[in-house]
């Protein structure tokens, strides 16, 4: 079974700053990806970033970048420069490989982040 | 646009009543989900389709049924609404495979909130 969990309910940043999100996983397959995905208070499900387990590079997205460490089985979400629109839930996500239920994606909790002027 | 339309957006019933959401799609997945979003629970998988005629259950299955009479739709049935079942209700879907420029093509609706009273 795959579990992922985020740790900070909510998470507070000064605008321009950085702020890192932490994720943690736990897995028995290989082979996996790894997903963050921002909800605004529109409540719509955005997608920031993706990694794959056998990504030799940590991915970037513009001001998103995942921190994968693959022996810690952490894949934390890194802002640079936050700006006010940032604030939002934040949700990691974990997808298997192979056949069956492995294809659906296993979401944590989340983290609510603000961002002050 | 192409993507994932949940119809209805919201929806308000009583308990005991019965109700059916729609979710269709238009990227010819294969792949089809319902999660629910409750307050600190993160979204959790319902039901999950891996193609035409087929579903299976997922994390929190009770009190639900699904259909997929064709592939690009994915019916979520409550019979018996309870208060339990008052939620934000997202329909997603993928691809079976990996790809290059979508990854695995996650399309999110954009929910259902459904009140249960």
């Known amino acids: 079974a795959q579990k992922i969990t985020q740790t900070q309910p909510g998470m507070f940043v000064q605008e321009k700053e950085a702020v890192t999100l932490d994720c943690t996983y736990d897995t028995s397959d290989p082979s996996y990806g790894l997903f963050w995905y921002k909800q605004p208070s529109s409540g719509e499900m955005i997608f920031l970033i993706y990694?794959?387990?056998?990504?030799?590079q940590n991915a970037t997205e513009g001001r998103y970048s995942l921190n994968f460490q693959k022996a810690r089985k952490s894949a934390n979400l890194v802002i640079s420069a936050s700006q006010l629109g940032d604030s939002a839930m934040y949700f990691c996500a974990m997808r298997g490989v192979g056949g069956g239920s492995n294809y659906k994606l296993t979401f944590g909790k989340g983290t609510l982040l603000t961002v002050n002027p | 646009n192409a993507g994932v339309t949940q119809t209805p957006k919201f929806r308000v019933l009583k308990t005991g009543q019965s109700m059916t959401l729609l979710c269709a799609q238009d990227m010819n997945h294969e792949y089809m989900y319902w999660y629910r979003q409750d307050p600190g629970m993160g979204l959790r998988l319902i039901h999950y389709?891996?193609?035409?005629?087929?579903?299976a259950k997922g994390e929190v299955p009770d009190g639900y049924n699904v259909s997929r009479l064709k592939k690009q739709n994915f019916l979520l049935g409550l019979e018996s609404a309870a208060p339990s079942q008052t939620s934000v209700y997202f329909c997603a879907s993928s691809y079976t495979t990996f790809d290059t420029q979508a990854n695995y093509g996650y399309t999110f609706g954009s929910g259902t909130r459904l009140t249960v009273v």
């Open positions: 990694q794959g387990s056998y990504d030799q």
């Open positions: 389709s891996v193609g035409e005629g087929t579903t």
